[in-house]
């Protein structure tokens, strides 16, 4: 029975509580709510266009209840193949628990709700956490902010919000703490421990994943550190942690259970060396923070490695020197040592298999060990940052309770900390409008549209927002297309979607397009009219000779029943093989034209050879830092010619068979060396295969280096091919040209 005392304790906590994420959703509201305000159904918090498939999944759960159907398998998307969600970030609980939102605010202001609670409620955590730790308001306030509202929150918020739902970690903390200090019972530890696993799992199977590395790590650590009975309190500590797990899994089976069905990816989709955090990134900041956004931090930033909503490794030079003069005070102290000891080492993994110092690689780092493992190997070493920031933000708030430390270096310490986090000030850079055409707002896509048709939508893919088109208009009809985080090889592999993506070097283009829609059996296409590159995608479209209706700001394609049923015999593999040589052979001929004409092999690349008008007509390719280029040209080591090319092995394999032999260098996929000099051991752990296609073969970039000489022979036997008849007796321009006329002749 409680004493009065006891009662009176527990009000102060829960008021506590309630002050702290009070305090914290203001400043969530404060940060990133002003861009939303009054357009919290037409715009949302976020860039880009990642967050559409977080709108789909928020409307797919509860549709697929009422619809009876299996939550983990659709051909919504991906259609006509379908896919397996549970290979995707489909965030089943938070889709469970947001239906009743969804069903009654719609998509996007149920994600914007659910983003701008996501910080406050990772603080909350943290703040519990440092709360019972310190048994202090103020430096526990204070750390909750350290962790909820960090770089790395920032960056997720902006992109990928099943990431910035880091809550659980801290929690698994906190019960770890109680058990360790005899505040908990095991058996309520094991109930509590395995509920927030699971919690945890069904919001990101990549969080769970790497938080079972970092226990194994603080455990280690601690273990080294303590000795006697606090040692054997560790150690005992792990059977409990054993059980939970284990329950965790049994209740997370139905999940596995789908996600290990045939055809579930076996290479990591992204390369852990790109999604890592770079040295410098730990104290200087991206333009997400208000200290990113200054033209210094910009320049180092600027080269990083992978994109901005993964760099938020920066902890900032007032709380590392915070840490470390901690530290180094309390040394003796096992607690201490343990927690440098977690805060280095999850550090040097995030770091990913070798570390880079603003972008240029140094050394080979203990991921290389991590990345080979089951789960974890399709993990992004630096998404491990969010454990390093809720270490930080512990030691950050035993620093502010130690009486040692005088008032005024907290004051300056915490207040230097605080300036450090600042998010970007300006409103628009956490808000975006998703300008979604009237067609599917205005029920024009429920009245023309129906389940039975597959529509290619355009923009495709990530290039727009066609998850969110399909969930505002009802789910009402399924697409050859998705944005799922991966794709299907069946439909990335058609050489149109490189085009669709950006690379306008598609050879071949009407028989690329109608093969294209026959095979996938596409009934109509929507094309948004307000996209900037849709005056070329409708250039394009007129080769199908199909006049589109006009209607509520796209444009409609209906595609006439049996209208390309004569292109179904083109396979996509045939007309990647056909294309992928087109492109290789164009690029060396266009490389060898360019040092003909006295161009140095130093200054080739894709740009100097559209400039100097040697390549097709048409042929043009996005330059931003992130942009899908399938071919690539430039100089290779010293003096040699590298022509590069994204593909399938089945599909290069002829390429390769033909000038692989002739070839100095060569790589597949890039940088595995298999012709040439073979690099050292670490060298070859360092890079695996990846692929963003979910089944079948992965894709590759392979590069070829020649000799001058030999790619000028190579191109004056190419010459032949191109510029005279072939041998069949059909123009070789019209087989093969990629210059051929926009009616070029159709097979």
């Known amino acids: 029975m409680r004493t009065g005392a006891e009662h009176a304790e527990k009000a102060d906590t829960r008021f506590e509580l309630l002050a702290a994420f009070s305090i914290y959703l203001v400043l969530s509201l404060v940060f990133f709510g002003r861009g939303v305000t009054g357009h919290f159904s037409d715009y949302y918090i976020g860039r880009d266009t990642d967050p559409s498939f977080y709108f789909w999944y928020l409307a797919w759960w509860p549709y697929a209840i009422r619809s009876h159907l299996n939550p983990f398998f659709t051909d919504l998307v991906w259609a006509p193949v379908g896919i397996n969600l549970a290979w995707t970030p489909c965030v089943p609980l938070l889709g469970l628990v947001a239906s009743p939102l969804e069903m009654t605010l719609g998509p996007i202001a149920t994600y914007n709700l659910i983003a701008l609670a996501t910080p406050p409620l990772a603080a909350l955590c943290a703040f519990w956490l440092c709360r019972r730790l310190t048994g202090r308001f103020v430096p526990a306030l204070f750390a909750g902010f350290v962790f909820g509202f960090s770089p790395f929150v920032m960056g997720q918020l902006l992109s990928h919000l099943n990431q910035a739902l880091i809550f659980p970690i801290p929690i698994l903390a906190c019960l770890a703490m109680m058990w360790l200090d005899e505040n908990l019972a095991t058996g309520r530890f094991v109930a509590l421990f395995t509920l927030t ?7 990101s199977l990549e969080q769970f994943a790497l938080t ?23 150690l005992a500590m792990l059977f409990p942690i054993g059980v939970s797990y284990a329950l965790a899994g049994v209740v997370a089976s139905p ?30 900041p991206t333009p997400a923070n208000l200290l990113g956004t200054n033209r210094f931090a910009r320049a180092i930033s600027n080269r990083f490695t992978g994109t901005l909503y993964d760099q938020g490794a920066c902890l900032g030079l007032p709380l590392i020197v915070i840490a470390v003069a901690w530290g180094r005070r309390h ?40 990345q080979r493992l089951p789960l974890v190997s399709g993990a992004m070493p630096a998404r491990l940052m969010m454990f390093a920031f809720l270490v930080a933000a512990v030691i950050a708030a035993l620093w502010l309770a130690d009486p040692a430390v005088t008032p005024w270096a907290k004051l300056i310490g915490a207040t230097a900390t605080l300036v450090m986090m600042l998010p970007n000030p300006s409103a628009s850079y956490w808000a975006s409008p998703t300008r979604t055409p009237a067609f599917f707002r205005d029920g024009s896509s429920r009245r023309m549209l129906s389940q039975s048709d597959i529509v290619l939508p355009l923009p495709f893919g990530a290039k727009g927002m066609c998850m969110l088109w399909q969930a505002e208009s009802g789910m009402n009809y399924r697409m050859a297309s998705g944005l799922t985080g991966l794709s299907l090889i069946e439909i990335r592999r058609w050489p149109v979607v490189d085009t669709f993506y950006g690379s306008w070097d598609l050879p071949e283009p009407a028989t690329q397009l109608k ?13 948004d009219d307000s996209y900037p590159d849709a005056p070329r995608l409708k250039d394009l479209l007129s080769l199908l000779d199909i006049a589109p209706t006009e209607v509520s700001g796209v444009s409609l394609y209906r595609i006439p029943a049996g209208a390309f049923s004569s292109y179904r015999s083109l396979s996509a593999l045939e007309m990647e093989t056909r294309a992928d040589r087109v492109r290789f052979e164009t690029i060396l001929r266009a490389s060898a034209k360019y040092i003909a004409q006295g161009g140095s092999v130093q200054k080739l690349s894709l740009t100097s050879l559209i400039a100097a008008g040697l390549l097709p007509k048409g042929w043009s390719f996005e330059t931003s830092r992130n942009a899908y280029r399938d071919v690539w040209a430039g100089p290779w080591k010293k003096d040699l010619v590298g022509i590069g090319l994204v593909g399938t092995p089945s599909a ?19 940088p595995h060396p298999i012709k040439g000099p073979r690099p050292g051991f670490f060298a070859r752990l360092i890079e695996p295969v990846f692929s963003d296609s979910l089944s079948g073969e992965a894709f590759r970039f392979v590069i070829l280096a020649f000799t001058p000489a030999v790619l000028q022979a190579k191109a004056r036997r190419l010459d032949v091919v191109y510029d005279s008849p072939a041998r069949t007796g059909e123009s070789a321009g019209a087989a093969l040209s990629p210059a051929a006329s926009p009616r070029e002749v159709s097979r």
């Open 197 to 203: 696993l699971v919690v945890e799992f069904f919001l």
């Open 212 to 234: 079972a590395i970092v226990a194994a790590v603080a455990i280690a650590a601690a273990l080294f550190c303590t000795s006697g009975e606090a040692r054997r309190k560790v």
């Open 255 to 284: 999940y596995l259970y789908c996600y290990f069905q045939p055809g579930h990816p076996t290479h990591p989709l992204w390369s852990p060396t790109d999604f890592a955090a770079d040295f410098m990134n730990l104290a200087v």
């Open 331 to 370: 040394w003796s102290e096992p607690l201490a040592r343990t927690l440098v000891l977690t805060l280095v080492a999850v550090c040097a993994l995030a770091a990913g298999p070798v570390l880079h110092v603003a972008g240029v690689t140094v050394l080979p780092m203990p991921w290389l060990v991590f």
């Open 515 to 527: 093969a294209f829609i026959a095979n996938l059996g596409i009934t109509a296409i929507v094309l």
């Open 652 to 670: 290069l394999k002829p390429l390769m068979s033909r000038y692989l032999p002739e070839a100095d260098l060569a790589y597949s996929p890039y």
